[in-house]
């Protein structure tokens, strides 16, 4: 829905809560009319039902307005004398309608002595549980966002099971699109695993003004540009799902290139402007390395100090298979190899692959090899290893899923570009070549009406040889950079699937612990509440925060006790 749709919207909801509510407004001694002047009708009913004039903010608050309306219906019934449970379900049920039957077809009396406090136990524990969820409701939307990490493509920086706060305030806050959705859940319920939200009704994009502007090599919260999954890291059907780009999965990478830049990667390295990209003293890229060991791979033969560390196999296949058209589509269906070497009569290869299909292809692994993912410094320690007779980092082969998914470039994940990363107001030449870095901006992301016939482009109709950008686009990638989905694979990350900026870490363990009391066991204590970015060692902040809640809890405690007394 545009601006225009949503303000039409709007004051059909004014006529309608003008003829469910003037004759109350006029036994309340008020003006009938007051009931329909937008805004000021709702000052007057929070005057009427003698709650502070300050919730009608939260009216006009996207998500937090769908808590505070079942909330406005009930305290309404309720200043004119309906107490009831059933009175209150009613109304619920009824969206709101209820209050017509109020209106119109009883001698409702206002109750101007009306008690606010209320008339159980557990109705004073509905209201305290209803506003503590507005109450982080407005937090998580607008300020604050717990956030877990779920995988290992920033691993030395970003830990899997590591718990962030991210802020949303340091990007400028983005006001929710989908208005009709479960406060504080993404995109499905817990537990249920249904959709937690309505695709319509939708509110055009808006962002509130940020402190600051994403800078290079940040680390960045945002919204998977290419996701098209029922729900975030659980579906694996396969099925297309459109979702809101407010709903798409959270995803946490480093912004390596911002709009303007001209990005390139060699052997693994960014390059941004033709200069190699200097990481923060925090950031360790990972590679994978090839091992090879004077004896066969073994508990021990194999290093100590990289147990830890990811690792796949090195096989060996027949040159006259690897070099088959039809049986490297099938190696692409079954996983994912790279060459690292050859002789006479077979090709080694290094990755994953399916063991069923490489008994079909007659592969078989090389015994005193192995691939491991690790630092430059774990590989320079591992080439001192007594029993290493090389160290040699994998440099993959050109791979026509990177973007932008074209064969003839010969790009792989380790060499491409340069590539422009485009800025708002910035114009490029649109031709068969450059249509493919932002034919999905043009159509996905801005929304236009793309169609090509031969040479010609044809935008919204109107045939075109360039395009001007309406937003800032980021180039997003992990760390690990052999073990991360980016936008190597799905391209440019718009500014309005931007979530946040990770501030602080405020919980961390191993989230892939055999059981929970391991996972207890595994408690990095050192890296709670620490900060994401910034130089040098992180600092955990972790007694102070202990301390804090300490005092706090002392001070509720005898405050509790003054009470009573």
Same mark, same amino acid.
């Given at each position: 829905?545009?601006?225009?749709?949503?303000?039409?919207?709007?004051?059909?909801?004014?006529?309608?809560?003008?003829?469910?509510?003037?004759?109350?407004?006029?036994?309340?001694?008020?003006?009938?009319?007051?009931?329909?002047?937008?805004?000021?009708?709702?000052?007057?009913?929070?005057?009427?039902?003698?709650?502070?004039?300050?919730? =009608?903010?939260?009216?006009?608050?996207?998500? %937090?307005?769908?808590?505070?309306?079942?909330?406005?219906?009930?305290?309404?019934?309720?200043?004119?004398?309906?107490?009831?449970?059933?009175?209150?379900?009613? =109304?619920?049920?009824?969206?709101?309608?209820?209050?017509?039957? %109020?209106?119109?077809?009883?001698? #409702?009396?206002?109750?101007?002595?009306?008690?606010?406090?209320?008339?159980?136990?557990?109705?004073?524990?509905?209201?305290?549980?209803?506003?503590?969820?507005? #109450?982080?409701?407005? %937090?998580?939307?607008?300020?604050?966002?717990?956030?877990?990490?779920?995988?290992?493509?920033?691993?030395?920086?970003?830990?899997?099971?590591?718990?962030?706060? =991210?802020?949303? *305030?340091?990007?400028?806050?983005?006001?929710?699109?989908?208005?009709?959705?479960?406060?504080?859940?993404?995109?499905?319920?817990?537990?249920?695993?249904?959709?937690?939200?309505?695709?319509?009704?939708?509110?055009?994009?808006?962002?509130?003004?940020?402190?600051?502007?994403?800078?290079?090599?940040?680390?960045?919260?945002?919204?998977?540009?290419?996701?098209?999954?029922?729900?975030?890291?659980?579906?694996?059907?396969?099925?297309?799902?459109?979702?809101?780009?407010?709903?798409?999965?959270?995803?946490?990478?480093?912004?390596?290139?911002?709009?303007?830049?001209?990005?390139?990667?060699?052997?693994?390295?960014?390059?941004?402007?033709?200069?190699?990209?200097?990481?923060?003293?925090?950031?360790?890229?990972? *590679?994978?390395?090839?091992?090879?060991?004077?004896?066969?791979?073994?508990?021990?033969?194999?290093?100590?100090?990289?147990?830890?560390?990811?690792?796949?196999?090195?096989?060996?296949?027949?040159?006259?298979?690897?070099?088959?058209?039809?049986?490297?589509?099938?190696?692409?269906?079954?996983?994912?190899?790279?060459?690292?070497?050859?002789?006479?009569?077979?090709?080694?290869?290094?990755?994953?692959?399916?063991?069923?299909?490489?008994?079909?292809?007659?592969?078989?692994?090389?015994?005193?090899?192995?691939?491991?993912?690790?630092?430059?410094?774990?590989?320079?320690?591992?080439?001192?290893?007594?029993?290493?007779?090389?160290?040699?980092?994998?440099?993959?082969?050109?791979?026509?899923?990177?973007?932008?998914?074209?064969?003839?470039?010969?790009?792989?994940?380790?060499?491409?570009?340069?590539?422009?990363?485009?800025?708002?107001? #910035?114009?490029?030449?649109?031709?068969?070549?450059?249509?493919? *870095?932002?034919?999905?901006?043009?159509?996905?992301?801005?929304?236009?009406?793309?169609?090509?016939?031969?040479?010609?482009?044809?935008?919204?109709?109107?045939?075109?040889?360039?395009?001007?950008?309406?937003?800032?686009?980021?180039?997003?990638?992990?760390?690990?950079?052999?073990?991360?989905?980016? #936008?190597?694979?799905?391209?440019? %990350?718009?500014?309005?699937?931007?979530?946040?900026?990770?501030?602080?870490?405020?919980?961390?363990?191993?989230?892939?612990?055999?059981?929970?009391?391991?996972?207890?066991?595994?408690?990095?204590?050192?890296?709670? *509440?620490?900060?994401?970015?910034?130089?040098?060692?992180?600092?955990?902040?972790?007694?102070?925060?202990?301390?804090?809640?300490?005092?706090?809890?002392?001070?509720?405690?005898?405050?509790?006790?003054?009470?009573?007394?």
């Amino acid at each position: 829905m545009t601006f225009i749709q949503w303000f039409l919207f709007f004051l059909v909801l004014q006529i309608i809560h003008f003829f469910g509510t003037w004759k109350l407004y006029k036994k309340a001694g008020r003006k009938s009319w007051e009931a329909l002047v937008p805004i000021y009708n709702a000052i007057i009913l929070m005057h009427i039902i003698k709650r502070p004039k300050w919730w =009608v903010l939260l009216l006009f608050i996207p998500v %937090v307005n769908l808590l505070m309306f079942p909330i406005l219906w009930i305290e309404t019934i309720r200043t004119f004398g309906f107490y009831k449970k059933i009175d209150s379900l009613l =109304v619920i049920g009824t969206l709101g309608f209820y209050i017509y039957y %109020v209106n119109y077809a009883t001698d #409702a009396t206002y109750n101007s002595e009306r008690s606010l406090k209320p008339r159980s136990e557990f109705g004073e524990w509905v209201s305290s549980i209803t506003f503590a969820i507005i #109450a982080a409701t407005l %937090v998580h939307t607008y300020f604050m966002q717990p956030f877990t990490i779920p995988t290992s493509s920033l691993e030395k920086s970003l830990l899997v099971g590591d718990y962030l706060f =991210v802020s949303k *305030f340091h990007y400028g806050a983005r006001v929710p699109s989908t208005v009709i959705a479960a406060p504080m859940v993404h995109d499905s319920l817990p537990f249920t695993g249904s959709k937690s939200y309505l695709q319509s009704p939708q509110l055009p994009y808006t962002r509130l003004p940020g402190l600051q502007k994403i800078k290079n090599n940040d680390i960045v919260c945002f919204n998977w540009p290419a996701d098209s999954l029922a729900t975030m890291w659980g579906d694996t059907s396969g099925k297309f799902t459109y979702k809101p780009f407010d709903k798409k999965t959270n995803y946490v990478k480093r912004s390596v290139g911002i709009a303007g830049d001209s990005l390139e990667m060699r052997n693994g390295y960014i390059y941004i402007n033709g200069k190699k990209n200097t990481l923060p003293y925090r950031a360790k890229l990972q *590679f994978y390395y090839t091992f090879e060991c004077k004896e066969p791979i073994s508990q021990s033969s194999f290093p100590k100090f990289l147990l830890s560390k990811e690792r796949t196999g090195v096989y060996r296949i027949l040159s006259e298979y690897w070099n088959n058209k039809k049986v490297q589509e099938a190696i692409k269906e079954n996983g994912s190899l790279t060459k690292i070497g050859e002789d006479s009569l077979y090709t080694e290869v290094a990755g994953g692959i399916n063991p069923q299909f490489a008994q079909r292809l007659k592969m078989s692994n090389v015994e005193n090899k192995i691939n491991i993912n690790m630092t430059s410094e774990e590989a320079a320690r591992l080439k001192k290893y007594p029993l290493t007779i090389s160290v040699k980092k994998i440099n993959h082969d050109a791979d026509e899923a990177i973007f932008p998914h074209v064969k003839e470039l010969g790009w792989s994940q380790d060499n491409f570009g340069p590539i422009y990363i485009p800025k708002k107001g #910035a114009t490029v030449t649109l031709n068969s070549k450059s249509l493919p *870095f932002y034919e999905q901006i043009i159509k996905n992301y801005e929304h236009n009406d793309l169609m090509v016939n031969g040479d010609d482009i044809f935008i919204n109709g109107q045939k075109v040889s360039s395009y001007t950008f309406q937003q800032d686009y980021y180039y997003l990638i992990g760390d690990n950079r052999h073990n991360s989905l980016d #936008a190597r694979y799905w391209g440019y %990350v718009p500014f309005d699937h931007v979530l946040g900026k990770p501030v602080m870490i405020w919980f961390s363990w191993d989230a892939n612990a055999a059981s929970f009391s391991e996972k207890i066991k595994s408690i990095r204590w050192n890296r709670m *509440f620490t900060t994401v970015h910034g130089d040098g060692e992180p600092v955990s902040y972790r007694y102070f925060v202990f301390i804090l809640i300490g005092i706090y809890s002392i001070w509720s405690f005898t405050k509790g006790k003054k009470r009573k007394k």
